[in-house]
């Protein structure tokens, strides 16, 4: 069972740069997530999602597109990299219903912007 | 505005402490409260709370929630090197599955 898989685990790249951040589930969640966290600070939510075709903005979502054309994957796409854009990212899942189950994190990306 | 503040921010204790973190809340559609803890890598699920007043353990750790005063506890007794982690809060959203993270509490356990 994989769980939340993040692909890739660390990347560099250079100021203007685009890039897709994968995420995939194979628990087939409704919910899916992006987050970032930055040094000394909590998880701060970029976008998410409830369900495929469906997405709404976080906190953050400012610099970062996504899309939900599977229930599986949930990538988060930088379209022009700055350097304000480097941190940890984390993408998580989770499924409504009784109880609202806990979120599944993927071991996250970590990305730096030159 | 969703707002989470933990307190703490960061703690130093010796092992066989007892620690307690705090974590107040205003969120709309409040559904359940969840505790992570965070070491290197990605937060590790500890505890959901859905009602007020009912304690939920797991070994050392406990947690009880009240939604009237709109915060939560982690208590952790007996702590050991271990526990030495960053301990996170999060506040769920109804229909949504997101969550409002707080800043976290650093925890050092020293032997």
């Known amino acids: 069972n994989a769980g939340v898989t993040q692909t890739p685990k660390f990347q560099v790249l250079k100021t203007g740069q685009s890039m897709t951040l994968q995420c995939a589930q194979d628990?087939?969640?409704?919910?899916m997530s992006w987050y970032r966290q930055d040094p000394g600070m909590g998880l701060r939510l970029i976008h998410y999602s409830v369900g495929a075709g469906i997405t709404d903005q976080g906190e953050v979502p400012n610099g970062y597109n996504v899309s939900r054309s599977t229930t599986e994957d949930f990538p988060l796409r930088l379209l022009s990299a700055a350097p304000s854009q480097t941190s940890v990212y984390f993408c998580?899942?989770?499924?409504?219903?009784?109880?609202?189950?806990?979120?599944?994190f993927g071991d996250g990306t970590r990305l730096s912007i030159l | 505005e969703d707002k989470v503040v933990q307190s703490p921010l960061s703690l130093v204790v010796h092992e066989g402490d007892t620690v307690t973190l705090n974590c107040s809340y205003e969120v709309t559609n409040f559904r359940s409260l969840l505790w992570y803890k965070q070491e290197k890598k990605a937060p590790t699920f500890l505890f959901m709370l859905t009602s007020s007043g009912i304690e939920k353990k797991s070994g050392r750790l406990s947690s009880i929630l009240d939604k009237k005063e709109l915060f939560s506890i982690l208590n952790i007794t007996a702590t050991q090197t271990g526990d030495s982690a960053v301990y996170l809060c999060?506040?769920?959203?109804?229909?949504?599955?997101?969550?409002?993270f707080g800043q976290g509490t650093t925890l050092q356990v020293k032997p």
């Open positions: 999060a506040p769920t959203s109804s229909n949504t599955g997101k969550l409002i």
């Open positions: 628990m087939n969640h409704e919910y």
């Open positions: 998580a899942s989770s499924s409504p219903g009784m109880g609202n189950q806990p979120q599944h």
